[in-house]
């Protein structure tokens, strides 16, 4: 079961002007334990046997504030609160990451009285560039090698600077604050596999956006009324007709 970041899970106060027959009835103490269990089991879905009678669980599904899945359940809007805080949070600990490295960066620049014969400079490499760059002579501890900063260059320019900022990062962490000679090959390992996982993940949100789709389309035309899918589909016939697509 996954670990809440917060101690505490959030009850909205609009909870009671958007559900007052829930915020006004003995079903609120069951919705507030399913939201905390939500909560701590997120991004997975919770179980909701012995939290709540079968009865009250139906009328917090029928409302709309709980999804139900099987024996296990949603609380509607819970996923994309948690997304937002945890952006928020990654956002906030890349923000503090980047303000030391800046800040030993600017302190390393003022220190020196001519330039490094080694680093290559502002003029020479745009921002982007540099960034990339800098961490590769941070983690080397400044012993780099040109065929070792030219390999460097080169993942940049397939994998992009940030990703590949974040690669060298995690496989630093990952080797024990290590860098010995395989150390980017594994980092460009990483960038493979990584992109292989987000190119996978990307088909698989359409497919599942494409299956939702569909999903609504035939429970709109089971639901629709017979005459007026009747109707729908004799207009369907003209159109396909006047377009020449059928005789």
Known sequence: MAESPEPYSRLYHKLADEYPDVYDSPDLADYCRLLVAADQSWPTAARWAGLTSEECFGRLVACGLVIADGRRYRIRGLDKARI??????AR???????????AD???DRNAEVMPSQAKPSRDETSQAEQDAQALWYDLKGGQVSEKALAWVRDLQDNFGDERLMS???T????????VDREFLSRVKGRLLIDGERAQKATEKRRQDKELEYQRRIKEEAES???EQ???NLSRLKDMLKASGLVA
């Open 92 to 102: 906030a600990a890349q923000y503090r990451w980047d303000a030391d490295r800046n």
């Open 84 to 89: 937002a805080r945890s952006n928020a949070a």
């Open 167 to 169: 690669a060298m990062r």
């Open 105 to 107: 960066r600017n302190a």
């Open 171 to 178: 496989e630093y962490e990952a080797a024990g604050r290590v």
């Open 224 to 226: 629709m009324p017979e």
């Open 229 to 231: 899918r009747s109707a």
